[in-house]
């Protein structure tokens, strides 16, 4: 797998951190592969978007562990970000 880093940290001050990649799934791997490999050598998030929503309003630490999400672009091709909320 390819990763290219296209976004790094805070955009302005007390902004949320993201960082984000383009993914390349050299070897055609299957969407779970390529989560699992950003995950583990880019940079890892425990909740989905998705899931991060609707927990972070009952558990402050779930809001402050951040979120992650994969974008299929298709032919290989993927989006992943990672978001950590701004603690200052």
């Given at each position: 797998?390819?990763?290219?880093q ?14 984000e ?9 299957s969407e ?5 490999w ?6 890892n998030?425990?909740?989905e ?7 972070q309003?009952?558990?402050?630490g779930?809001?402050?562990a ?11 091709n ?8 701004f603690?200052?």
């Amino acid at each position: 797998m390819k990763a290219e880093q296209i976004r790094s940290g805070q955009s302005r001050p007390y902004a949320d951190s993201i960082y984000e990649w383009h993914v390349i799934a050299e070897n055609g791997e299957s969407e779970q592969q390529v989560l699992d490999w950003c995950k583990t050598n880019l940079k890892n998030a425990h909740y989905e978007h998705e899931e991060w929503c609707q927990k972070q309003h009952h558990n402050i630490g779930v809001h402050f562990a951040g979120y992650y999400e994969l974008l299929n672009k298709g032919y290989n091709n993927y989006d992943y970000k990672v978001v950590e909320p701004f603690c200052g």
